[in-house]
């Protein structure tokens, strides 16, 4: 979500986000090279420190989407601490994804 150190404009940043979500829906053993190739910091970075909240939602349900599969990589990033930070300036049904992306962490 940032190329070589210069950020991006926010819809670049969204459509990013939702193309790694949406390839995982469609093949859901890509979860494991988004993963290796290191998608988790910049999606955990876009929630810590929250400068646009259509990018920051869409990094929330792209992460739930990896914690199915691949909690344990989320909680080494510090993931838990990312999406409870801003939960509360989301929508409810956001809200909901978040809770269940960290219990996903806990189990």
């Known amino acids: ?14 459509h990013a986000c939702r193309a790694i979500q949406y390839i995982m ?9 988004v993963v290796q190739f290191g998608s988790i910091p910049p999606l955990c970075s876009k929630l810590k420190s929250i400068e646009y909240i259509d990018v920051a939602e869409q990094a929330l349900l792209t992460l739930h989407k990896i914690s199915k599969d691949h909690a ?8 838990v601490s990312a999406v409870l930070s801003f939960l509360d ?5 956001v809200q909901r994804t978040g809770m269940t992306t960290v219990a996903n962490m806990c189990r």
């Open 1 to 14: 979500i940032k190329l070589i150190g210069c950020e991006l404009s926010p819809e670049i940043m969204l």
């Open 25 to 33: 829906e469609i093949i859901p053993q890509s979860s494991s090279a």
């Open 72 to 79: 344990v990589h989320l909680l080494r990033a510090e993931g």
């Open 89 to 93: 300036f989301f929508p409810i049904t």
